[in-house]
């Protein structure tokens, strides 16, 4: 009986390297050599150590398993398919086809199963961390002596790629100062990357490397020998106060007599001669394609099954604690749906126009620590910059590796960490997460961002320091072209509130919004409150754009900016006014939210007939041709900035009243 079970599993094993090979080639597209390496390990985690159900993916007590290697997606497909997910073999054929769930590389919302969409190397890596940091939180904060509802572990297949990027050192290096002992990496060490042999640029002891970090690792010579596999994950899960890395030799494009080993197995099909070679190879039908032996496909779909007795017990053990604590139970129910509690943002605060001129990241501290009492999942913090961001959560504790419940994050000086286990948090149901740092540095996370706005989650963004406005620190650190860039990706809301009550309104959209994260963009230097009496409501941010002055009889041009320099135009409006030029001022925080509104208010804000129109940025000038029209002008910057005071800075790029007016009376 051993033996039929042995030789099962390796007919198994095969056949998922068959298919892996198949569908790359009918998709005459991606990478077969990884997944054919890697099918023993594969099999080993989906049908011993996975704790998932093929019926309900969500499943809140799953592992999570992270296709790091995204590239060898077809190896997760394929094991998707055969474990009984909504992944059909018609699914499988129509690999990186149009319209089809099984893209060119893992895409969480699109293929059931998929925990996280990876692509750049190095950001399922990162996301992790996330996953792991929200397990442990999740445990501190539900968790009971009997009801042990979140205990699952993170598991991912991390390749030499994934190794050589950045942002994986930078992750590992907070997962093991954190002790996310709920780690689980399994590292394909193949020595193959696109160029041929890793050592023609890596060739670093992973192993030492990852120990120095504080990770508990494992060296494993061969990927077949499942059983090794087997106690080395075993070990891994008994380790619970470091994360683990197991590092696994394989031998890519396994089964294949010319191309194993090679570079021209990674990402190009082996070719129609090759795979009848390899199915020779290991004693399959070389005319016969997308061959599933019927005993295979029972095998797996058993396996597969065993997670819906898994579910139940925990939907039990769930009712059971429900009776018990009902009050966490409820607000654990309500921020697993997205629901935010009632009543959350009666406590915004409200600011005077009499208040002294306050920073809009002051605002922003302000705002989140008068609403985080009633947000028990809003958590988060900085890349080393809490005291200069204002995100510190004051009556919370910080999340440590002895404290798990704590709701301010350290994150270090790790930008690209920070943004990708943002998303790794933000994938974790029942989390509401954000990180901050200066907005210069929002070039360090660009994938993050671009991966967040792709998966359509709901990380929050915060950076502050936006413009020449910081002053003394210079060129280096003064964002420029960093609005329009972030305007540019698709899916991102981005928020540049002009005063302490359009921050508040901004952390509200931030806070409700749903399909995709947020981008906050916030002030060092203080501004003056805006009267909200005498002039426009705050509120109106959440259109995006709103008239914040009204002209004095027919509009003859409309002045509008963003952030600090909406009070620059509305000086500027008094002076034009004084002159007899009759000037609307428009609020403009958000282009992406404006763009959201009906024609007819959009026409109300910005009507088509009033086409002298001047915008006010301190940033690129890129992208507000839309709203200035070809009569228009746009105030902005063309160049860098310089060392020096933000006063002195504003005279020297022309952000005076003067110079505002001037070019306004120009479109005249």
């Known amino acids: 009986m051993e033996k039929q079970n042995e030789e099962l599993e390796q007919l198994a094993i095969n056949t998922v390297r068959i298919l892996s090979a198949d569908a790359v080639q009918k998709?005459?597209?991606?990478?077969?050599?990884?997944?054919?390496?890697?099918?023993?390990?594969?099999?080993?985690l989906w049908t011993k150590f996975l704790n998932y159900n093929p019926k309900n993916p969500d499943f809140a007590n799953r592992d999570r398993f992270i296709l790091s290697a995204g590239h060898a997606c077809i190896l997760q497909y394929s094991f998707l398919y055969l474990t009984g997910y909504d992944l059909s073999l018609d699914d499988i054929k129509a690999f990186r086809q149009l319209n089809s769930k099984?893209?060119?590389?893992p895409e969480y919302g699109l293929a059931p199963g998929v925990d996280v969409t990876t692509g750049p190397l190095g950001q399922g890596f990162a996301n992790g961390v996330g996953f792991a940091i929200a397990q442990k939180h999740l445990a501190a904060r539900y968790n009971k002596p009997g009801f042990d509802l979140f205990n699952y572990n993170v598991y991912s297949i991390v390749s030499d790629g994934d190794m050589m990027e950045g942002v994986t050192s930078e992750a590992a290096s907070l997962a093991g100062h954190l002790q996310l002992g709920n780690l689980i990496y399994l590292y394909d060490d193949n020595h193959i990357s696109i160029e041929g042999s890793t050592d023609i640029a890596f060739n670093e002891d992973v192993s030492a490397r990852f120990r120095a970090y504080g990770w508990?690792?494992?060296?494993?010579?061969?990927?077949?020998?499942?059983?090794?596999?087997?106690l080395a994950l075993i070990n891994a899960k008994s380790e619970t106060q470091k994360p683990s890395l197991i590092r696994v030799r394989s031998l890519i494009?396994?089964?294949?007599?010319?191309?194993?080993?090679?570079a021209g197995s990674h990402g190009s099909p082996l070719g129609p001669d090759e795979i009848k070679l390899v199915k020779e190879f290991f004693g399959f039908d070389p005319e016969k394609s997308f061959d599933v032996p019927a005993e295979v496909?029972?095998?797996?779909?058993?396996?597969?099954?065993?997670?819906?007795?898994?579910?139940?017990?925990?939907?039990?053990?769930?009712a059971k604690y429900k009776e018990k604590f009902p009050e966490l139970a409820a607000e654990y129910e309500a921020a697993f749906k997205g629901e935010l509690p009632q009543g959350w943002s009666d406590k915004l605060p409200v600011f005077k126009a009499s208040d002294p001129k306050m920073a809009t990241r002051q605002a922003s501290g302000k705002v989140l620590n008068a609403v985080a009492a009633g947000l028990p999942n809003l958590l988060g913090g900085a890349a080393d910059l809490a005291p200069s961001t204002e995100t510190n959560l004051k009556d919370f504790d910080s999340f440590t590796s002895e404290n798990r419940g704590g709701r301010n994050f350290h994150f270090g000086i790790r930008e690209h960490a920070m943004g990708s286990a943002l998303n790794g948090m933000a994938l974790t149901k029942g989390l509401l997460p954000f990180g901050a740092t200066f907005l210069q540095f929002a070039d360090y996370m660009r994938p993050p961002i671009r991966l967040a706005a792709i998966m359509k989650i709901n990380p929050i963004f915060v950076y502050t320091h936006d413009s020449i406005g910081l002053g003394e620190d210079g060129t280096t650190h003064q964002p420029i072209e960093h609005l329009a860039s972030l305007r540019a990706i698709p899916n991102v809301t981005v928020i540049r509130p002009a005063d302490a009550n359009e921050t508040a309104f901004a952390w509200k959209v931030a806070i409700e919004k749903k399909g995709g994260p947020t981008v906050l963009i916030f002030t060092r230097q203080g501004l003056p409150i805006l009267d909200q009496d005498k002039y426009g409501k705050a509120a109106d941010l959440e259109k995006g754009a709103y008239v914040l002055s009204e002209a004095s009889k027919d509009v003859d041009l409309i002045l509008m900016a963003t952030g600090s320099e909406v009070a620059l135009i509305m000086e500027a409006q008094a002076k034009l006014e004084a002159e007899g030029i009759s000037t609307r001022v428009v609020s403009m925080p958000s282009w992406e939210l404006f763009e959201a509104q009906s024609a007819e208010y959009k026409e109300s804000v910005l009507p088509k007939a009033s086409r002298k129109r001047l915008a006010v940025e301190m940033a690129s000038p890129m992208g507000w041709h839309k709203y200035t029209t070809d009569e228009g002008d746009m105030l902005g910057m063309t160049t860098f900035g310089e060392s020096a005071p933000a006063d002195d800075l504003y005279k020297h790029f022309g952000f005076t009243v003067d110079n505002v007016v001037n070019k306004a009376k120009a479109l005249l």
């Open 253 to 262: 494009a396994y089964g294949s007599p010319n191309k194993s080993g090679t």
């Open 216 to 230: 508990h690792v494992q060296d494993l010579p061969d990927v077949n020998d499942t059983h090794a596999l087997e």
């Open 297 to 318: 496909l029972e095998y797996y779909h058993k396996k597969g099954a065993r997670g819906e007795k898994t579910e139940a017990k925990w939907n039990e053990l769930f």
């Open 27 to 44: 998709a005459n597209s991606g990478h077969p050599g990884t997944a054919m390496a890697l099918a023993p390990m594969g099999h080993v």
């Open 102 to 105: 099984t893209a060119g590389h």
